[in-house]
C-alpha cells in the first residue's frame, strides 16, 4: 500500500522514502511472480525452442512497450522475434506473422481488444499461441494454447492505476523465458558475440587477440642481454616491461618497473636473468577482454602478454591496461 503523498516542497526524506516505497512495490510484485511460475513456464519454453520460424511478441500500451522489449530480448539472446503493433497489425502488418512462428501476447486484463484481430489471424494459421495475462478467464487466456498467469498485483502509483509494477512483472517473466530458452538452445558467448558486435556488449566479448600489440612492438630481450638494453627496450616499446625469452622464444619472465626498483643495484653491469620475474602472469590468444582485464586487475599487474595457441609457451602479443581505457573498458 503506498502510504506517502508527496507535494511541492517535500522534504529530501520524503522523496526518498516515496522512490523505495515503488521499489518495494514491484519486488513484492516480482515475489509473487516467482511463486506463480507452473509447469507451464517450462511448456512455454519448450513451444518457444520448438518454433521453426520467429517469435512474435504483441501487446498494447504499456504492454506494448514491455512486448517490444521482449523481442528485442529474445533476439538479442539468439532466437529470432519480432515485434507487432496491434493496432498497427489490423490495418495490414498481420502479413508479418508466418506460418512457423508463435505469438506471446501480453495483457494485464488480458482483454484488450486490440489483441482480438491478431490472436484470429494466429489461429487461423494454426500459429501457437502463448498468453500472458492476470486473468485466467480472459479472452486473451481463452485464446491461448499455453497460459502464463501472472499475479494481480497492485501498482505503485497511489491510484492503483498507471501501470508499474503490472509492467515490471511482464518485463521479468520475459527475460525469464528468453534466459531460459537461451540456455536450453546452448547459446555461448561465441554466438552472443556475433549479436552484439558493437557497443560495450560487444567490447566485453571482444577477444584480447583483436586488441594486442603483435610483431615488433612486443617488447622482448633475452637472458643474456644487458640491463641497459632491457630498459632500453621498455622505454622505447611503451609498455614498462620487457619479457624474457630463451633460445627458442619461449617466454621465461618479465621485467617491470617494480623489478628494477627491487634489483637497482644489479642495473648497471647484470643481466636480465638477474633482474626478471619467472613464470609471469600470461593469457591465451581467445581470452575475453574482460576477463583479461580482470585477470590483471587482480594480480595487479599493468601489462600481460598474449601466448600463441600451437606453442603456448611462446608469446604473440602484449596488452597494457592502456589499452582496455582506450576501447572503453575499464
Same mark, same amino acid.
Request: hydrophobic content about 45%; overall charge negative; aromatic content about 2%.
Given at each position: 500500500?503506498?502510504?506517502h503523498?508527496?507535494?511541492?516542497?517535500?522534504?529530501?526524506?520524503?522523496?526518498?522514502?516515496?522512490?523505495?516505497?515503488?521499489?518495494?512495490?514491484?519486488?513484492?510484485?516480482?515475489i509473487?511472480?516467482?511463486?506463480?511460475l507452473?509447469?507451464?513456464?517450462?511448456?512455454?519454453?519448450?513451444?518457444?525452442?520448438a518454433?521453426?520460424?520467429?517469435?512474435?511478441?504483441?501487446?498494447?500500451?504499456?504492454?506494448?512497450?514491455?512486448?517490444?522489449?521482449?523481442?528485442?530480448?529474445?533476439?538479442?539472446?539468439?532466437?529470432p522475434?519480432?515485434?507487432?503493433?496491434?493496432?498497427?497489425?489490423a490495418?495490414?502488418?498481420?502479413?508479418?506473422?508466418?506460418?512457423?512462428?508463435?505469438?506471446i501476447?501480453?495483457?494485464?486484463?488480458?482483454?484488450?481488444?486490440?489483441?482480438?484481430?491478431?490472436?484470429?489471424? *494466429?489461429r487461423a494459421?494454426?500459429?501457437?499461441?502463448?498468453g500472458?495475462?492476470?486473468?485466467?478467464?480472459?479472452?486473451?487466456m481463452?485464446?491461448?494454447?499455453?497460459?502464463?498467469?501472472?499475479?494481480?498485483?497492485r501498482?505503485? *502509483?497511489?491510484?492503483?492505476?498507471?501501470?508499474t509494477?503490472?509492467?515490471?512483472?511482464?518485463?521479468?517473466?520475459?527475460?525469464?523465458?528468453?534466459m531460459?530458452?537461451?540456455?536450453?538452445?546452448?547459446?555461448?558467448?561465441?554466438?552472443?558475440?556475433?549479436?552484439?558486435?558493437?557497443?560495450?556488449?560487444?567490447?566485453?566479448?571482444?577477444?584480447?587477440?583483436?586488441?594486442?600489440?603483435?610483431g615488433?612492438?612486443?617488447?622482448?630481450?633475452?637472458?643474456?642481454?644487458?640491463?641497459?638494453?632491457v630498459?632500453?627496450?621498455?622505454t622505447?616499446?611503451?609498455?614498462?616491461?620487457?619479457?624474457?625469452?630463451?633460445?627458442?622464444?619461449?617466454?621465461?619472465?618479465?621485467i617491470?618497473?617494480?623489478?628494477?626498483?627491487?634489483?637497482?643495484?644489479d642495473l648497471?653491469?647484470?643481466?636480465?636473468?638477474?633482474?626478471?620475474?619467472?613464470?609471469?602472469?600470461?593469457?591465451?590468444?581467445?581470452?575475453?577482454?574482460?576477463?583479461?582485464?580482470?585477470?590483471?586487475?587482480? *594480480?595487479?599487474?599493468?601489462?600481460?602478454?598474449?601466448?600463441?595457441?600451437?606453442?603456448?609457451?611462446?608469446?604473440?602479443?602484449?596488452?597494457?591496461?592502456?589499452?582496455?581505457?582506450?576501447?572503453?573498458?575499464?
Open positions: 500500500m503506498i502510504t503523498d508527496i507535494r511541492s516542497g517535500a522534504t529530501t526524506s520524503a522523496l526518498l522514502e516515496r522512490g523505495r516505497e515503488v521499489i518495494r512495490a514491484e519486488i513484492d510484485a516480482l509473487q511472480l516467482e511463486a506463480f507452473d509447469e507451464n513456464f517450462a511448456t512455454a519454453v519448450q513451444m518457444l525452442d518454433t521453426r520460424g520467429r517469435i512474435v511478441v504483441t501487446g498494447m500500451g504499456k504492454s506494448g512497450h514491455m512486448a517490444r522489449k521482449i523481442a528485442a530480448t529474445f533476439a538479442a539472446t539468439g532466437s522475434a519480432i515485434f507487432i503493433h496491434p493496432a498497427e497489425a490495418h495490414g502488418d498481420l502479413g508479418m506473422v508466418q506460418d512457423g512462428d508463435t505469438l501476447v501480453l495483457s494485464n486484463s488480458g482483454s484488450t481488444p486490440e489483441l482480438t484481430p491478431v490472436m484470429q489471424h *494466429c494459421l494454426r500459429i501457437r499461441i502463448i500472458v495475462a492476470s486473468r485466467a478467464d480472459s479472452p486473451v481463452q485464446a491461448a494454447d499455453v497460459k502464463l498467469l501472472i499475479p494481480q498485483v501498482e505503485a *502509483c497511489p491510484s492503483n492505476i498507471a501501470p509494477s503490472s509492467t515490471a512483472v511482464m518485463l521479468a517473466l520475459g527475460d525469464a523465458l528468453a531460459a530458452l537461451m540456455d536450453l538452445r546452448g547459446v555461448q558467448r561465441d554466438s552472443l558475440k556475433q549479436l552484439h558486435p558493437g557497443g560495450v556488449i560487444g567490447l566485453r566479448l571482444m577477444a584480447v587477440s583483436e586488441m594486442m600489440h603483435g615488433a612492438s612486443l617488447p622482448l630481450v633475452r637472458r643474456e642481454t644487458p640491463m641497459r638494453e630498459i632500453m627496450t621498455m622505447s616499446m611503451g609498455f614498462g616491461a620487457a619479457g624474457v625469452v630463451d633460445d627458442d622464444g619461449r617466454l621465461v619472465g618479465v617491470t618497473d617494480g623489478d628494477l626498483r627491487r634489483h637497482i643495484g648497471g653491469d647484470g643481466h636480465a636473468v638477474d633482474v626478471m620475474t619467472a613464470n609471469p602472469k600470461t593469457v591465451p590468444l581467445d581470452t575475453l577482454a574482460e576477463d583479461a582485464l580482470m585477470i590483471m586487475n587482480d *594480480c595487479k599487474i599493468t601489462t600481460v602478454f598474449v601466448m600463441e595457441d600451437e606453442r603456448p609457451e611462446v608469446p604473440a602479443g602484449i596488452v597494457h591496461i592502456h589499452d582496455f581505457v582506450r576501447y572503453g573498458l575499464s
